[in-house]
């Protein structure tokens, strides 16, 4: 983390300074870490040279996805939504590829008509239905096939994709079934196998499993696919005691893979580009004091960042200014909305802290604004981009009127 004289700082502009000018709360991106991950990413996976589709549910913001097509990535998209900004952000349709496991008729026809790479099915009927376009077209559409590999990510049980039991995704059976009659149709191409077990993996290990059964698959269907979509999920490190994925071994398991199966490889990463990338600066409203511990009461809330309260995630929560004196009592950081859940972190010792303090919750750029809403009709918070010392607003706070 970045203090200098005891002040956190974003690149060269302090969070004091950030909530001074922009208001709280506030998200707020580094231009720097995202051109460093994306340079990371590619380095670390250069011997099997993938395409990488930037995964824009992640982090939608035009601005960000400018930055990723500046870095040369694509995008995967889900939904007619990503696909439209993704395009405004002039990232190119041979680099697109549309996952999702209920794309609409119009989305369908949306994504063929702009000719996207290829469109990742989950089901027969989605098939079917690509096939009926295509006809009426008269053209070949390039698709995936999406594999449920039945495979545990180890990660949160809610952010699992892989088990059979989770909607992604065709059985191995089914998915043997429906490559058999789709392979030599008219209108349909068939590129891609496409898998994607689940998000925050933070271990090479669910990765080899995955690509056991995925070459055991491709063997037993003596299919040469021109594509294999291994998804995204690369975990980051939200707490310093945790550990990331390790992308050399995962790149060493990827190369064994590719002797054996001659394809090209896409990826779909979205946390593992912007997550650390993110912070969302926040002022203390009020500190209420009980016996057993201190609430500390933020102003931003569930609303802005719903980690917390949807899947137990935790985010390091730091002070802007630091300072010397520690105070030994839980502190519990919430936000304002009426529900028990709107509570972001328990700290067992802090420094101390005032009211109208301004605070910083770290590793928010993926997930965090995406997931925001108006609940309890509160605003949405504004985005600001940092590159070196400059600050850009990329999103304004919305303001009531909007949304009342
Ligand atoms: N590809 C597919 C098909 C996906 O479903 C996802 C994420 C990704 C790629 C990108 O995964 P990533 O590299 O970001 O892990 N809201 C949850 C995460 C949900 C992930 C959904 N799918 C969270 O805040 O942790």
Redesign the pocket.
Known sequence: MKYKKRQFYIENVSAEKIAKKFGTPSYVYSYDKIKNNINNFKKKFKTINPLICF?V??NSNLNILSIIHKFGLGA?V?SKGELLAALKAKIKPEKIVF??VGKTIEELKFAISKKILLI?TESENEIIEIEKIAKKNKKKINIGI?LNPDTDAKT?K??S?GKKENK?GLTEKKFLEVLKKYKNSKYINIICL?V?I????TSHIPYKNMLNVVNKIIQKSKFKFKYIDL?????IQYENKFKKLNYSKYNKLIESFLIKNNSNIIF?????IV?NAGYLISKIIYIKKTNSKNFVILDTAMNDLI?PA??G?KHRILPSKINETKVSKNHEFVGPICETTDKFLNVTRYQKINQKDIIVICDVG??GMV?SSNYNLRPRPAEILVNNNSTKIITKRQKLNNII
């Open positions: 995964s549910k992640s995967d889900v996952s999702g990742n999406r949160l809610k952010i994709t992604f496409s994607h689940g998000s925050q993996i998804g995204g999920g690369m975990g779909e990463p979205g946390r593992s997550g980690r949807l899947y995630a993926a997930y997931l």
